[in-house]
């Protein structure tokens, strides 16, 4: 077609090939350009005719569809993972604490509250986990039991109790406790509350030491 267009008198001596191109294409017959009304019947054979040139299209679908149930069942593997990891470390810790609190009860129930037991309890129990120095979860422990204390306060306690722990020295809470022997925990002061509490958690660290480690 091209030729006929460089042998037609009407074109000009100068056109480039861009132009004689875009000429021939006008040039075509008016059944093979573009259908533009979608309702013509014969424009459902030449859509036809166009997909028929694309083969890979419905290949491409189905690679598609499979990759794709492929990538949700890892995330539905991966979801399945975090959610028994997340159960499994919560019953955990639920089973440390419970226990926790029943050797405490055993151990000191016979001169301190059940209640004043399991709030040092809980609170060793979460600041176990926590980027801190002995002295700090030993005082927080403490303050749960004695919320009008200050820190450095309840720290002048602590600091033997904090040392033999970092020197993993066994600290005697055996006095501490015959002190308070046969009398009401009502009756005592509040230094001889905050006394026997940094023993009392002191102990409970120590605990939860044995107790993870056998979880």
């Known amino acids: ?10 074109v000009p001596p100068s056109a480039t090939q861009v132009e004689l191109e875009f000429l021939e294409l006008l040039l075509q017959p008016e059944d093979a350009a573009y259908p533009w009304n979608p309702a013509d019947d014969q424009s459902e054979a ?15 679908d189905e690679e598609l569809h499979t990759r794709a149930q492929s990538f949700y069942g890892k995330l539905d593997n991966l979801w399945s993972q975090v959610a028994t990891s997340a159960d499994y470390k919560c019953t955990t810790e639920i089973r440390i604490l419970d226990s926790l609190c029943e050797t405490l009860q055993n151990t000191f129930a016979a001169g301190v509250p059940t209640g004043w037991l399991n709030a040092i309890a809980q609170k060793a129990t979460e600041v176990a986990a926590i980027q801190q120095s002995i002295s700090e979860r030993l005082v927080q422990c403490v303050q749960t039991v004695l919320p009008g204390w200050e820190t450095d306060d309840i720290a002048v306690f602590v600091r033997p109790y904090a040392y033999a722990m970092r020197s993993s020295e066994q600290q005697n809470l055996t006095s501490v406790m015959n002190k308070i022997k046969n009398r009401d925990w009502a009756t005592l002061s509040e230094i001889e509350q905050a006394k026997v509490s940094v023993a009392i958690a002191y102990y409970a660290l120590r605990q939860l030491d044995t107790l993870e480690t056998e979880a």
Request: glycine share 0%; net charge negative.
């Open 46 to 60: 030449y859509f036809d005719e166009l997909e028929q040139q694309f083969p890979m299209q419905d290949v491409l």
């Open 1 to 10: 077609m091209i030729k006929q267009v460089n042998n037609s008198n009407n």
